[in-house]
């Protein structure tokens, strides 16, 4: 399986979420409109927080997404596709987090 076919199946079958777009980048919104994971350049960056960001923080090659140089975006954590195996687990727990903030206002 791609990375992009991986991404595609994540972005499917986590329940209430769907595909949509961030930064111009592929990503899976939660229920609430907000997005929990970016596909970029064949990793994936999730947004995490305590336990579960600093697990995927100890994974070798892991890093802090940083879209624009020097600015680094606090609570997301970029995965290359060495932790394939992994994705769907750290889907999961962003999906819980995000699921829990507010809901995005609609315009």
Not at 52 to 59: F, S, T
Not at 76 to 89: C, G, K, M
Request: with cysteine; glycine share 8%.
């Amino acid at each position: 399986m791609t990375a992009k076919e991986k991404f595609d199946h994540l972005a499917t079958s986590l329940p209430g979420c769907k595909p949509g777009k961030m930064f111009g980048k592929e990503c899976i919104k939660a229920p609430n409109g907000k997005a929990l994971a970016i596909f970029f350049l064949d990793d994936m960056v999730f947004k995490l927080k305590d336990e579960a960001h600093d697990d995927a923080m100890a994974l070798d090659g892991a890093c802090i997404f940083t879209p624009a140089k020097g600015r680094p975006m606090k609570g997301w954590v970029q995965l290359s596709f060495d932790y394939v195996d992994q994705w769907e687990t750290f889907a999961g727990l962003a999906c819980d987090y995000v699921s829990a903030l507010p809901a995005n206002k609609k315009k």
